[in-house]
Structures are given as C-alpha cells and as structure tokens.
C-alpha cells in the first residue's frame, strides 16, 4: 500500500471512526451562519454528510480522488439527503471556483497539509478569494505538544485492532511519531498488520505553528479572530493549549 493515508478510504474510515466531537460543533455553527457552504479537505464526508443531512448545500473540495469516489458513492445510496453537494478534485491551496461562500470550513486538522508559512499564506488567499462578504472562515488545528513529541519514535504506541467492513479482514494497527524541530514537521506513522503477518504503513507528516506564529500569519492573510477556544467544548484558550478551534472573518 502506497504511504498516502488518503489511498484507502476504508482504513481511513476505521482509524478515524472515534473522532466525533468536531461534528456536531460544525453542524451547529451551519445552524447559526447557515450555507452553501465551501468544505476544504472534504474527504469521505465524514463533516458533509451530517450537514447535507441538516439541509445545507455544500461544495466539497479534495485532492484525494479516491475519498471523494467513496464519499459520492455514500451520496449515490442516499439520494434524499436535504441538501445538494458538488465535489471537486483540487488542492485546496490552488482553488478557483469563480464564486464566493457565506461560510467556508477547514475542518479536522486540514491546516497542517501545507507545508511552510508561505503555503499557508497561499491556502488562506484562496479562502479570502472564496469568502463573500462578512462570510465566516472555521478551522480546528493541533498546537504543539512537547510531551507528544518527546516519544521514543521506536516505540509502538497506541495499539488498536480493526476489521475491514468490505473484506472482514482483522488488523492489527499501532502508532509511532517523531518531531523534526528544523522543519517544524511531526511525522506520524500508522502501521497495519494482517493475518499472515504481512505489514503496510501509512504517513502524515504535519506542519506545526505555535499559537503566536498563526496569529501572525491569519493576521498578515488579512483575518480577524471571532472566537476561539481550545477544544470544541468551549473551554477557553490557556498559553499551554494544545488545540486551537477558530472561527474567522476576513
């Protein structure tokens, strides 16, 4: 299996099936601003489903050609979802689509796929280009964690064991990460492991800011802070945080 964790969507369903607690703070806040709304990094639909079912429009945006083949396939077996969706296979950091959203959305750790300031500047000029007026821009992102980052990248951790739905095959999953402070980069290994013994490994490497270097950045892209908190319970931000979930205007 290729090392892009986005080439199997199945697995990627599995790994991720417990991260539920960014859904119903999106759908809330589409309750509140309302659509259509522009999703980067739609994947499998993980966020789009739940908010086509609330009755919003959503225009979904993926690299991954494959995510969004299993996404429009779980549109294809509901067809009475309330809301219309339009899928584009693009990097989100090269968008063009000639029209602008009240509401624009990064949701799930996306902000981490560019890879240096100057990446992140370009993202943030395609949601600026994309965001009507007094339209709202949501994110959620890690920030640093020392103690994450202190791991022995040799180790195992976080074992788990999956079964595929579309084979019935059991595996046996484990984690392992390392930080590169020249890069500001933190690697993140999943590795797969079947019956017969037979491994496959799949990676994220992210790229990390502290929360004054973001600050900075969303500040010179030209956005303004309208609330923000450390996780998507409210709890308010502290110098220690390790998430940051903001909400934005331009």
Known sequence: MSADPYRDPVLYDLE??????????????????????LELGVGSGRIALPLLADGHDVVGVDLSQPMLDALQRRLDAEPDLGGSCELHCADFRELDLERRFPTILLPFNAIHHCTGDADLLRLLAVVRRHLGPRGVFALDCYLPDPALYARDPNERYEPRTFVRPDTGEKLVSWEQSWYDELTAVHHVRYTYESPDGAEHAVQLDLRMWTHEELHALLARAGFTVLHEMADFTGTAMTEDALQSVLVLTA
């Open 16 to 37: 991720y099936a417990g991260h539920v607690q960014d859904i119903e703070w999106y759908r809330s806040l589409l309750q509140r601003l309302g659509g259509p709304v």
